[in-house]
């Protein structure tokens, strides 16, 4: 009895890129979605003060987020965006698969995310975060620098950084 070889070089041709295609599928499941940009519960009154605007709000014990941290920044510009998840962050590329809409008419971001230090106060206190861009007014703000509270040396933070 004769064996022909031709369909196992076939098998060997393609053995490269099956082995490619599983260890991206691999890699590729392994990455958590944080749902930052899902909408979210700050779990405050509506009309309080802590919701006003002017300061930031987080809700630590957020069961919509993956990180449990939703976050109403100050509004440096005015927007119908709402409270969104967020997760922590060393540079925008952390934020960058952030869920956005391009509904005007939606409470979810419109502009994409930047990684800023949204609070120099309280329990997330000079921690970088993936911030929705709809709030932040370009024109006063580098997008890209930590307050100067916030660097070592001068932080009012109480817990460890």
């Known amino acids: ?14 053995a490269p890129f ?8 691999l890699v590729s499941s392994g990455c958590e979605d944080k749902h930052i940009g899902r909408v979210c519960d700050l ?3 509506p009309g309080s003060a802590s ?16 990180t449990r941290i939703c976050l109403l920044p100050s509004m440096q510009m005015t927007t119908n965006t709402t409270a969104l998840c967020t997760a ?5 590329d952390d934020c960058s698969d952030g869920e956005v809409s391009t509904d005007k008419a939606s409470k979810q971001c ?3 995310f930047a990684c800023i230090v949204p609070t120099t106060v309280g329990a997330f206190c000079c921690e970088h975060m993936c911030v929705c861009k709809d709030f932040i007014d370009p024109t006063q703000n580098d997008l ?3 307050p100067d509270s916030c660097k070592p040396g001068h932080s009012m933070c109480t817990h460890a950084q």
Not at 1 to 14: E, K
Not at 18 to 25: D, N, P, T
Not at 51 to 66: D, I, K, L, R, W
Request: proline content about 4%.
């Open 51 to 66: 919701m006003s605007g002017t300061t930031a709000t987080f809700n630590g014990q957020a069961v919509e987020c993956p």
């Open 110 to 112: 419109k502009t994409g």
């Open 88 to 92: 922590g962050c060393s540079s925008d």
């Open 18 to 25: 099956a082995f490619a295609v599983a260890i991206l599928g």
């Open 144 to 146: 890209n620098r930590s």
């Open 43 to 45: 779990n405050t009154a």
């Open 1 to 14: 009895m004769t064996f022909s070889s031709r369909p196992l070089s076939r098998l060997v041709g393609i």
